[in-house]
């Protein structure tokens, strides 16, 4: 298999250094990628670098999952306009330790396997470095003037905030972390995305020069959303790929909202469904967009892969519960399907509020639905508010326990995709 080629077609390939593919296509060949432990969940900005690992040990290459633990302590001054908060060591491990189980649902870590996976904690090898041992062995390789022509050093430099030491050691930390693993490891190659292309090369140039070797790296491109937003999030901000913080019905419902232009080079990105399959359902797409057949196909393959068989079939029970049948009364839902949503956000109120009676806006402001009255006025106005799927018209409309389903609940609807069940006790 060419994973190169592989890769080209599905759009996973910015930069690549020569001699890649050939290195590839000669030999297994070692490959890591950097995780940053800045959370204890990986959101889906990490996906794509998750899916070349998965690429590379489908394709019989033997895959390295770099957890920062060190580099994670300094912070990475890419794309960053200001420093960014250090975290302690409890915190960052307690991060490494929910990035791993989450990695360990995708990669096969099986030490049976000649490719098995493996983690790695960049902290376990620059513990007991001593700084004069390190500026000695290892700064004396890399110019400053070659760390400076980095775009990532040079727009910081020029920056109103300048850039601090610290983070200018970032690069030459980070390519210390590809020389460890080639010499102990192995390890060729380096992946990540674009804007790391400058500190993977940082670490070719010095394997280059402390060892004669010669190592390999390529990119993928930094994913925007067609209508200029920033991909990984919603309305509720980042896409987290842990269940507790963003829930499988949550996650679905990101992929399957994806605007047309978006589903088609996603659907190629994050699914391994086969290039024919591919060209089909985009095919059929053009023929009918309405049917939004690649954005479903998009959702399932993607929560499937991240959620398994029981977190899919949650997410596509939500969504029928709540979008297939928005003609029928909300009263046809039964007490299990209304306690069985998952993903919707529940609300506990208090019923005395109920029992003589609340204008909507005021409703709607008491359980957080809205942040202000102005917004809830202005949303009600534009007929973007329902109450148990009857749009809400009257602005002076009183909220009763009549209005209850199964005398306690009530489905708030706001906008196209928000929903909340409000529980009354």
């Excluded at 250094?17 to 290195?23: A, V």
């Excluded at 670490?203 to 067609?226: D, H, V």
């Excluded at 009857?390 to 708030?412: R, T």
Aim: with cysteine; charged share 25%; hydrophobic share 35%.
């Amino acid at each position: 298999m060419n994973l190169i080629e592989e890769l080209r077609w599905r759009g996973m390939i910015q930069d690549i250094m020569p001699g890649t593919e050939e290195q590839l296509l000669k030999e297994q060949t070692s490959a890591y990628i950097g995780f940053d432990p800045t959370a204890e969940s990986l959101h889906i900005g990490s996906l794509v670098p998750i899916l070349l690992l998965v690429h590379l040990q489908k394709a019989g290459h033997k895959p390295y999952a770099l957890v920062g633990g060190a580099t994670g302590m300094i912070g990475d001054p890419t794309g960053k306009s200001e420093e960014r908060n250090l975290l302690s060591e409890d915190v960052l491990q307690r991060n490494q330790e929910g990035i791993k189980s989450q990695l360990e649902k995708f990669l096969q870590f099986d030490e049976s396997m000649p490719n098995a996976a493996v983690m790695v904690n960049n902290y376990n090898w620059f513990k007991e470095m001593r700084f004069l041992d390190f500026i000695r062995d290892t700064g004396k390789h890399i110019t400053v003037n070659y760390m400076m022509a980095k775009d990532s050093v040079k727009k910081r430099i020029e920056s109103e905030n300048g850039i601090s030491f610290t983070e200018f050691t970032y690069q030459l930390i980070q390519g210390y972390d590809f020389y460890w693993l080639y010499k102990h490891h192995n390890c060729k190659l380096q992946m990540g995305g674009s804007d790391q292309w400058g500190n993977i090369t940082t670490g070719t140039e010095l394997i280059r020069r402390k060892t004669g070797g010669e190592a390999f790296a390529f990119t993928c491109p930094l994913l925007k959303k067609s209508d200029g937003g920033k991909f990984g999030k919603s309305e509720k901000g980042n896409v987290w790929l842990d269940a507790e913080k963003t829930s499988p019905y949550q996650f679905y419902q990101f992929w399957v909202n994806a605007a047309d232009d978006d589903a088609k080079k996603w659907i190629k990105i994050f699914t391994f469904l086969p290039t024919e399959e591919i060209e089909t359902l985009i095919q059929q797409h053009d023929e009918n967009a309405a049917l939004r057949l690649l954005q479903k196909a998009l959702a399932k393959e993607v929560t499937l892969f991240v959620h398994g068989e029981e977190g899919l079939k949650q997410a596509i029970e939500t969504t029928e519960k709540l979008f297939a049948n928005q003609s029928a009364p909300a009263e046809s839902l039964s007490e299990d399907d209304l306690e069985g949503m998952e993903g919707v956000v529940k609300i506990d109120y208090d019923v005395t509020k109920l029992n003589s009676g609340i204008d909507v806006i005021s409703f709607l402001t008491e359980t957080n639905i809205f942040p202000s009255r102005g917004e809830a006025r202005k949303m009600i106005q534009n007929g973007g508010v329902s109450l148990n799927r009857e749009k809400v018209s009257d602005l002076q409309m009183n909220v009763d326990s009549s209005v209850l389903l199964h005398k306690k609940y009530l489905l708030v609807q706001k906008g196209k995709k928000n929903y909340y069940l409000v529980k009354v006790g």
